[in-house]
């Protein structure tokens, strides 16, 4: 009878280790915030779950806790278009820093290796968006009075290689984070609406390097209508 109680014991301390070593942790630290109630939802396949939500305190502060045996996405949202995506790791304790207001284009990330990459996707991405975008103001206001089609031709030529400079770091980030998730997310990147960084026909090698990967355990498929891609940094 005392070995069947030890042997209790020890179960249920193993499974208390485990349980713990499972359990992670969000903490917030914002600014501009006005009490607004932060949602930490659960990115599947074909759907997003909501699983807890909190009031931002007068401080700034929020915390969120949860428990996960593998890797997943996890999205903290303000409103639908205010939102982070992070890669949440058993055992991490993330801590989630920015301006609430405008929390997807200000936040920064610690504690998560998988989210530090997701957010260097976003920057990296803003980035040429934005001067992509620059270009078109330049043939707006043409300040060096340039020939139309001459102007459109180069700007048109400058746009095509920004994109093609972005889709050459997007294969390298690829092929260096083979085993994170963050590379799902790079595969799916948009510069605009349904123009994706890379081309399924042209760009079938990474495709195809993915999904030779272990990555499809976590109940993740490479399909282009389930995954949610990295969009323009959620600008209407």
């Keep these: 009878m005392k070995k069947l109680f ?57 915390i969120f806790k949860g428990y996960t045996n593998i890797p997943k996405f996890y999205m903290i949202q303000v409103s639908p278009r205010n939102s982070v ?39 990296k991405l803003g980035a040429t968006i934005t001067t992509i975008d620059s270009l078109g103001q330049v043939f707006r206001n043409n300040p060096d009075k340039e020939p139309g089609e001459k102007l459109r031709a180069r700007l048109n030529e400058e746009s095509q290689k920004l994109v093609q400079d972005h889709k050459e770091y997007t294969k390298q980030f690829i092929d260096n984070n083979l ?30 390097i993915l999904s030779r990967l272990n990555l499809f355990t976590l109940n993740w498929q490479i399909t282009r209508h389930k995954l949610m891609p990295i969009r323009r940094a959620n600008k209407s």
Excluded at 11 to 18: K, T, V
Excluded at 88 to 113: M, R
Excluded at 182 to 191: P, R
């Design 6 to 62: 030890l042997l209790a014991f020890i179960i249920i301390g193993i499974q208390s280790c485990d349980s713990q070593s499972n359990e992670f942790k969000i903490e917030g630290k914002v600014n501009n915030s006005d009490n607004e109630k932060v949602y930490l939802s659960e990115m599947k396949v074909d759907k997003v779950d909501k699983i807890d939500s909190v009031q931002i305190k007068d401080d700034g502060t929020f």
């Design 85 to 123: 995506t992070l890669i949440v790791k058993p055992g991490e304790e993330i801590k989630l820093t920015g301006n609430i207001q405008n929390l997807s284009e200000t936040y920064d990330v610690e504690g998560s290796a998988g989210s530090q990459k997701v957010l260097e996707l976003n920057q």
């Design 179 to 208: 085993e994170s998730l963050a590379s799902l997310m790079a595969l799916y990147q948009q510069i605009g609406p349904r123009s994706y960084v890379l081309n399924p026909k042209e760009d079938l090698a990474c495709i195809q």
